[in-house]
C-alpha cells in the first residue's frame, strides 16, 4: 500500500497595469511583441526598476495567506538558457523571498486540514515560445516577448497533500482568496493562474520521502485532478513492478490523458543563483504591512461562514456563492432585495447560473439585474404566479430583458384564485380521466397527484394549487365509492 504525498507551486500573475521592472503594458491579447522595451527584452545597459504595486500585491496575498512578511528580502537571477528567456536569466527570490509560512484550509471528504505553506515569493514571467499556428511551423518556433517581465508570485506548499482531489481543493480556494483581494484575476485560460505539481508515492507508514516528478503548466482543476491521478497511478505500477521511479519534470497531455518526460529535473544549484545586482535589496516597514492588513476585504472562508451563520444556507450553496467575490455580492444584493436568502440561493445556483455557465457567460454580465431576480422571488412568495410560472418567466427576462411584473401582466400569467374556474377544469379532467378516478376509488392513491398535475396542465401551470388539490379531493370523495 502506498501514501501520496504532493506538494503544488502555484504561480499568479499580478493585477498590475505595468510590468514588474518596466512600464511595459500587461494587457493579453494584443500583437506579440508590442509591449516589449529594452528592460523586458534584457538589452544591454537596461536596468530594472521594481514596480511598487506588485509589492503591495504580493504583501497583500502573503498577508491573506497567514504568511511571515519579512523586513527585508533580495532578489536574484536564476540561470537558465530558453529561447523565450530573452535575459538568460529570470528576476527572482531565492534564500530571501518575501514572505514564508502560512497555511490554507482545505476539506475533502468532510475533513478540514490546514495545509502549511513554505514560501510566497516575487518574479518575473517569461515569454511564450510558439511553435504552431505559422506556415512555416513545421521548421520554426516564433517567441512572443509580451508576456516577459509580467510580475508574478509563485506560492510553494509544503508536500501535506495527500490526494488529487485535496490538491485541485487547495488550488480553487487558493484561486478564491486571489481574486476576491484583488491581487490576481485568476483567468487560467490566459495564463493568469497556473500551477506545478511535486508528487511522490511512498510506502504507507513510512517517513522518508520518495523519488519525485514534477508536472508542469497545469492550468485548470480539473487538469490538476487528473493529471496526478494518472502519475500516482503510473509511480505506483512503477515500484510494484520493481522498477524505480525517475526524478524528471513532465508535462501533462489532456488529449491522451497521460504524463510524458519533458526532461531530468534541475536542483537549485543547476540555476545558479546569485543576488541581483542591479536590484537593491526590498525593504518593507511593519506600519505599511499593517496598512495593507487593514485594507483587506472579507475573505472566502468568512464570507463563507458568515453566509451560514447570517442566512441560514447550506454549507455546499454558501461555498458555491462564494466562489467569486462577484457571485457573493450578487446573492447579497438579491437577498437584500427579495427578503428571501434561500430563495435567492435557489435560484442563483440553478436558473442563472445554469444559463450563464451553457453560454460561458460570468455573473459580471449577467442579463438579469439583482433587483430584477428580487422582483421575480417577491411575485412567487406572494403567490403571484407559481412556480412552474415563474421558470417561464425567468426565461423570458433573461431573453428579453424585460421586468418580472411587466412580462406577468403582459402575458397574463398572474396565478388563477377563481375557485369556480378552477372547479369547472377539475371537473372536465375528472370526466376526461375516468379511468384514473375509478382507480383512485379502487385503492391506488397515487393517482391523485396524476389528476392534480392534469389539472395544472389544462391551465398552464397558473392555478393556484392548494385550491386545486383541495377541489380536486373533495371531487374525488363526493364521486362513486
Not at 142 to 162: C, M, Q, T, Y
Request: proline share 6%; aromatic share 6%; charged share 25%.
Amino acid at each position: 500500500m502506498y501514501e501520496s504525498v504532493i506538494g503544488l507551486e502555484i504561480h499568479a500573475q499580478l493585477l498590475t497595469q505595468s510590468k514588474i521592472f518596466c512600464g511595459c503594458s500587461t494587457r493579453t491579447g494584443d500583437p506579440p511583441n508590442t509591449h516589449v522595451c529594452p528592460v523586458c527584452l534584457g538589452l544591454p545597459g537596461a536596468l530594472p526598476v521594481l514596480n511598487r504595486r506588485a509589492v503591495e500585491l504580493a504583501a497583500q496575498a502573503a498577508i491573506a495567506l497567514g504568511c511571515t512578511i519579512h523586513p527585508t528580502s533580495v532578489f536574484a537571477r536564476k540561470n537558465y538558457f530558453y529561447p523565450d528567456l530573452p535575459k538568460g536569466y529570470q528576476i527572482s527570490q531565492y534564500d530571501r523571498p518575501l514572505a514564508t509560512g502560512g497555511s490554507l484550509q482545505i476539506a475533502t471528504g468532510g475533513l478540514a486540514r490546514e495545509i502549511g505553506l513554505i514560501r510566497v515569493h516575487l518574479e518575473e514571467d517569461a515569454g511564450k515560445s510558439l511553435h504552431e499556428g505559422f506556415p512555416d511551423s513545421d521548421r520554426f518556433a516564433r517567441v512572443d516577448f509580451n508576456r516577459s517581465g509580467v510580475p508574478l508570485i509563485e506560492i510553494v506548499s509544503r508536500p501535506e497533500l495527500h490526494s488529487a482531489a485535496e490538491a485541485a481543493e487547495f488550488f480553487s480556494r487558493l484561486r478564491s482568496i486571489l481574486v476576491a483581494i484583488g491581487a490576481s484575476d485568476g483567468n487560467m485560460e490566459e495564463g493568469s493562474l497556473r500551477c506545478d505539481a511535486n508528487v511522490s508515492v511512498r510506502p504507507g507508514g513510512a517517513t522518508a520521502m520518495g523519488v519525485k516528478t514534477e508536472i508542469k503548466n497545469l492550468n485548470s482543476f480539473r487538469y490538476v485532478q487528473r493529471a496526478l491521478e494518472f502519475e500516482l497511478e503510473r509511480q505506483t505500477a512503477v515500484l510494484e513492478d520493481g522498477g524505480r521511479v525517475i526524478h524528471e519534470t513532465r508535462l501533462w497531455d489532456p488529449a491522451a490523458n497521460r504524463t510524458h518526460p519533458m526532461r531530468s529535473k534541475e536542483a537549485a544549484d543547476d540555476y545558479r543563483y546569485f543576488p541581483e545586482p542591479d536590484l537593491p535589496p526590498l525593504r518593507i516597514e511593519d506600519a505599511w504591512i499593517e496598512r495593507l492588513r487593514a485594507s483587506l476585504p472579507e475573505l472566502p472562508d468568512a464570507r463563507r461562514r458568515r453566509f451560514v451563520a447570517s442566512y441560514g444556507l447550506p454549507e455546499y450553496d454558501a461555498g458555491v456563492l462564494t466562489a467569486s467575490p462577484a457571485l457573493a455580492s450578487y446573492f447579497e444584493a438579491t437577498a437584500a432585495a427579495a427578503g428571501n436568502a434561500k430563495a435567492a440561493s435557489n435560484w442563483i445556483m440553478g436558473e442563472l447560473l445554469g444559463l450563464l455557465n451553457e453560454r460561458g457567460i460570468g455573473i459580471e454580465r449577467a442579463p438579469i439585474a439583482p433587483s430584477a431576480l428580487a422582483d421575480l422571488i417577491r411575485l412567487v412568495d406572494s403567490g403571484t404566479i407559481s412556480g412552474p410560472t415563474a421558470k417561464a418567466v425567468f426565461a423570458a427576462m433573461y431573453t428579453s430583458g424585460r421586468g418580472a411584473r411587466a412580462i406577468v401582466d403582459a402575458e397574463g400569467l398572474a396565478r388563477v384564485d377563481d375557485e369556480a374556474l378552477i372547479a369547472r377544469t377539475v371537473a372536465g379532467v375528472l370526466a376526461a380521466n375516468e379511468r384514473a378516478v375509478r382507480q383512485y376509488h379502487e385503492g391506488k392513491r397515487q393517482t391523485f397527484g396524476f389528476l392534480v398535475g392534469q389539472v395544472m396542465t389544462a391551465m398552464q401551470g397558473r392555478a393556484n394549487t392548494e385550491i386545486v388539490n383541495r377541489l380536486v379531493r373533495r371531487a374525488l370523495e363526493e364521486g362513486p365509492a
